[in-house]
């Protein structure tokens, strides 16, 4: 540590995380008191609960031998589950998520003509759901002729049932939806009050979803996609697209949602397009949005992801930050860590891996570690634009680290068919290498820095965390579940089940001895709360249910206009010139659409464009959406728009553009990766005990040398420029993954090896270092 550091860092007591499982407040989350608040609250653990059951429930008929038709049966059929998820996080977010932020929380304009005007838009809502509610009452009673077993539901233009739909239910909905979206953004209430506009949104989510329903349980399914498609569904998918931008917009902000309408214009303007992106015939309004919400866009891959596998895991999530598991990862993350050079800093990558495993948001690990290793980095001399850069390329790789990374990772089980199992172990090598390039380039920093590690008594006694180690215990059991053959979801639930279990223990060991665990006031988990962490799961869903039904939305429009076909024809094209080209244009093309979007919709739009193309080419299907996914992942900490960057930028108080272009560099080296398990497929844990052994290690090392290149620190003392160059020189070599490259690679450090420590270049002299590891 640099002596003014030394200086500024006095530190009395240990560092200890506090809150850290508290779950950030939105700027334009209502905060209902009282009697709503309650309401809000049931209506959270109840949809949260919801999922539960109906994941691993079985037939209420089947279990009873009654028919009860007050009460669902489970499973659910699988598009009516998906359409009630959506339903449910619309209704849930509308009345949550404010269309803007809170700047004023004492300040409250009149709005009672604006209230006045949402009041009667409700009236055209409640007549739509009447119809709708009809309409399921008639398809019911069995009065309509069948087709195969399944009730016809067929409207044509003239008939009774056509004008039925526009004029009863298809134009009020409409008028509902889109007048209550435009009310609301002028309808400003108190944040602790719900507007009108937002409640009559909430109830045209529901009213689209009882239409789906009831018509997708009809014979008109098959007509989905086509031109005959009941003129009620197109407006049903028009008002349900509409919330679902609006949502997206409210709590992920806008980058996605303009993304998503370039490829809604692009829908019906390709047949006026040149070259690749041109169709032959234009789409009209009723085909594309009868497609739209299908299997084919919104209800597919991203939705069917978000409602099973994503949800269970925020419930084990929210069951793990109500026993603190949060806290004790960052707190031992600084016993283990927090005494080698640059401490905070090594702390943070980590602490962010560890999170990582129960948080897969890369802006969300940086508000949960952030908040406390950003401001140690600091003190101990980082400037605020490193402490920034490396939380947040830090806190990125917790979406590719086993065994639940990102939500990414199940979209890609849900889209290849490979089972999660097979892609969460994939994941190991690739995700060991991407944490340690981080680690060498903090390291390396730390070293021209001349800086120390945090002292003894600054840190938490790593003895005292060990007598919490059964915090680790419901992740333990997930992957031994998953290695022993259950299903995500059995897998996934009894993790779940055994997180509240384990929040016992102190409680049984504090009764044995109270010196056996580390806080005095310890309580398991009881029913209260249980049922809290249900609601945080409801609430904590919200975006990313939004997120991933706008994703299937471009997702549609792909698989309408085939566009993702006409792209893998160009990477064919390239791939002719230069296979390197090939994967250099994937990479562009995955990086940019992840530029302000979250992971998951940048996954799932580039494995629809991207991944098909690479797959042609011959690349093993693991490999290539691998591939995909792991710069979608990147592509957080990559400028111009770098969400995690951002996200540190706003806690460090350095400039945004300086930090997302520093953690660029941080993360350098695991831009090289992807191009690593291209090449030699044993990183991806493919080949004999061997092979993935001699990839791990010869990969790991060539990471170590390309770090030290780039930072130009070698073997204790500055590198000179064309060492430097030798040493990515020899790193590209090693992680090429052939024998004779890894030969040529050695060859080439041990002649750098020997000029450092023999011929002595002059350099920049080495930085004694304080303290250091």
């Not at 990559?638 to 350095?654: C, D, F, K, Q, R």
Request: hydrophobic residues 55%; charged residues 10%; contains cysteine.
């Amino acid at each position: 540590m640099t002596d003014r550091a030394s200086e500024d860092l006095e530190i009395d007591e240990p560092i200890l995380a506090e809150g850290v499982d508290e779950e950030p407040v939105e700027s334009n989350r209502r905060l209902f008191e009282g009697r709503m608040a309650w309401f809000m609250a049931t209506i959270a653990l109840v949809y949260a609960g919801f999922h539960m059951v109906a994941l691993n429930g079985v037939s209420i008929s089947e279990w009873t031998g009654v028919e009860i038709p007050l009460l669902p049966n489970f499973p659910l059929e699988t598009w009516n589950f998906r359409i009630i998820h959506i339903a449910g996080a619309l209704a849930l977010g509308f009345v949550l998520f404010a269309p803007r932020s809170f700047k004023d929380e004492g300040s409250e304009r009149n709005t009672k003509a604006l209230t006045m005007a949402s009041a009667l838009l409700a009236l055209p809502a409640l007549y739509a759901g009447y119809t709708a509610l009809s309409f399921s009452s008639l398809i019911g009673s069995g009065t309509l002729p069948e087709m195969g077993g399944l009730t016809t539901w067929a409207s044509f233009p003239g008939t009774d049932l056509y004008q039925s739909e526009v004029y009863h239910f298809g134009l009020p909905l409409l008028v509902a939806t889109f007048g209550a979206l435009v009310v609301g953004w002028f309808e400003d209430r108190g944040r602790s009050k719900v507007a009108v506009s937002d409640m009559v949104m909430a109830v045209c989510g529901l009213i689209a979803a009882i239409y789906l329903v009831s018509i997708y349980g009809t014979a008109a399914r098959n007509s989905v996609g086509t031109s005959f498609v009941p003129i009620g569904i197109a407006f049903a998918a028009t008002a349900g697209a509409a919330l679902i931008l609006e949502l997206t917009r409210r709590v992920a902000g806008l980058a996605l949602v303009v993304i998503t309408g370039v490829f809604l214009l692009y829908t019906f303007t390709a047949h006026l397009l040149p070259g690749i992106l041109a169709v032959q015939n234009a789409y009209t309004w009723q085909r594309f949005f009868g497609h739209v919400y299908s299997d084919a866009g919104i209800l597919g891959p991203t939705t069917a992801v978000s409602s099973t596998y994503i949800i269970l895991f925020i419930i084990f999530a929210a069951f793990l930050q109500a026993s603190k598991v949060g806290d004790y990862f960052v707190n031992f993350a600084f016993a283990a860590a927090g005494r080698a050079r640059g401490g905070p800093a090594k702390v943070a990558i980590f602490a962010s891996g560890l999170m990582g495993m129960i948080n897969g948001t890369s802006a969300g690990n940086v508000v949960a570690t952030g908040s406390l290793t950003i401001p140690l980095m600091k003190r101990v001399g980082y400037d605020r634009k490193t402490s920034g850069a490396v939380e947040a390329a830090a806190s990125t790789g917790g979406q590719i680290m086993p065994p639940i990374m990102g939500a990414g990772a199940f979209i890609m089980a849900e889209i290849t068919g490979i089972p999660y199992q097979d892609i969460a172990i994939a994941a190991i090598i690739p995700a060991i290498l991407y944490f340690a390039s981080i680690y060498f380039m903090v390291d390396f920093e730390a070293a021209k820095l001349g800086m120390r590690g945090m002292r003894e008594d600054e840190l938490p006694k790593l003895a005292k965390m060990a007598r919490q180690v059964y915090l680790f215990v419901p992740i333990l059991i997930l992957i031994a579940t998953l290695f022993m053959g259950y299903s995500v979801i059995r897998a996934g639930t009894l993790a779940t089940i055994a997180a509240a279990v384990v929040s016992w223990i102190p409680v049984l060991l504090c009764r044995v001895s109270p010196n056996l665990v580390a806080n005095e006031n310890v309580a398991g988990m009881g029913p209260r709360d249980i049922l809290k962490a249900f609601e945080l799961a409801g609430v904590m869903s919200i975006q990313i249910i939004a997120v991933c039904a706008c994703a299937g939305i471009i997702v549609g429009v792909i698989s309408l206009t085939g566009v993702g076909a006409r792209f893998s024809s160009v990477l064919l094209d390239l791939a002719a010139a230069s296979q390197l080209l090939a994967l250099f244009f994937a990479m562009c093309i995955a990086i940019l659409l992840g530029m302000g979007m979250p992971t998951t919709a940048a996954y799932a739009v580039a494995a629809s464009v991207v991944a098909p193309g690479l797959v042609q080419l011959g690349i093993p299907q693991l490999t290539a959406h691998f591939f995909v996914f792991y710069f979608a992942v990147v592509s957080a900490i990559t400028p111009p728009v770098a969400l995690a960057s951002y996200a540190a930028a706003g806690i460090s108080g350095a400039n945004p553009m300086e930090t997302s272009v520093a953690s660029f560099k941080v993360g350098i080296a695991a831009f090289i990766v992807p191009f690593m398990f291209f090449y030699n497929s044993s990183i991806l844990m493919e080949g004999t005990v061997l092979e993935v052994a001699r990839a791990g290690i010869t990969s790991v090392f060539g990471v170590f040398l390309l770090s030290s290149g780039v930072q130009g620190w070698f073997i204790g003392s500055r590198a000179v420029w064309y060492l430097r160059v030798a040493l990515i020189a020899a790193a590209l070599c090693m992680i090429s993954g052939g024998w004779v490259t890894d030969i040529i690679g050695l060859a080439i450090t041990g002649v750098t090896v020997m000029i450092q420590r023999v011929v002595r270049p002059t350099g920049n002299p080495a930085v004694p270092v304080k303290g250091a590891d």
